[in-house]
T-cell receptor, first 113, second 114 residues
Framework: KAGVTQTPRYLIKTRGQQVTLSCSPI?????VSWYQQTPGQGLQFLFE???????NKGNFPGRFSGRQFSNSRSEMNVSTLELGDSALYLC????????????FGEGSWLTVV | GIQVEQSPPDLILQEGANSTLRCNFS?????LQWFHQNPWGQLINLFY???GTKQNGRLSATTVATERYSLLYISSSQTTDSGVYFC????????????????FGEGTQLTVNP
């Protein structure tokens, strides 16, 4: 059974650009959540989607947005990139929103220069 | 928001040694999980343990929910156990929210030397 797949794995962007990251959950999982990991702030919750609806959102500016499609795949977008957005972005999927057991992907490493 | 504190922040062991990692949390929760982050960045789920004790091979975990702490035990450590161990908790029970929103501790960096 395939795990959580994130693309791209590595990318470099310039300040002011925007980026879209993709996440395909484990087959049958309908809940997808996103986290940002930086050396300074650690792992922080971005947002969670279930059945194409955003259920929770973390304390991030509006430049960070996401969506979920009918096949449960999810994308997150960061507009007007800042240097501080350089981070590992992790996607996780779970069978249902309780998050009893969640499975993480390998992440997308974003560098903003 | 809920606070999660892990100790120690760093731990260096010789192969074969045992260790105990601690996680304190500031509010009552019904979701607590332990993860291991490998050198490539992936978080691997070790235990879902909001209360009680579980064991999986050389690893075991205990959560005392009434005292708001959890312990992760690693016995007979191996070099492949190296990495960062995270404790993560769900929203406080009193918030009456569901969802997989997790608050992570800062982690324990474990190094196991041969």
């Amino acid at each position: 059974k395939a795990g959580v797949t994130q693309t791209p794995r590595y990318l470099i962007k310039t300040r002011g650009q925007q980026v879209t990251l993709s996440c395909s959950p484990i087959s049958g999982h309908r809940s997808v959540s996103w986290y940002q990991q930086t050396p300074g702030q650690g792992l922080q919750f971005l947002f969670e989607y279930f059945s194409e609806t955003q259920r929770n959102k973390g304390n991030f500016p509006g430049r960070f947005s996401g969506r979920q499609f009918s096949n449960s795949r999810s994308e997150m977008n960061v507009s007007t990139l800042e240097l501080g957005d350089s981070a590992l972005y992790l996607c996780a999927s779970s069978l249902e929103p309780s998050g009893r057991t969640i499975y993480f992907g390998e992440g997308s490493w974003l560098t903003v220069v | 928001g809920i606070q999660v504190e892990q100790s120690p922040p760093d731990l260096i062991l010789q192969e074969g040694a045992n260790s105990t990692l601690r996680c304190n949390f500031s509010d009552s929760v019904n979701n607590l999980q332990w993860f291991h982050q490998n050198p490539w960045g992936q978080l691997i789920n070790l235990f879902y343990i909001p209360s009680g004790t579980k064991q999986n091979g050389r690893l075991s975990a205990t959560t005392v929910a009434t005292e708001r702490y959890s312990l992760l035990y690693i016995s007979s450590s191996q070099t492949t156990d190296s990495g960062v161990y995270f404790c993560a908790v769900g929203p406080p029970i009193k918030e009456e929210t569901s969802g997989s929103r997790l608050t992570f501790g800062e982690g324990t960096q474990l190094t196991v030397n041969p």
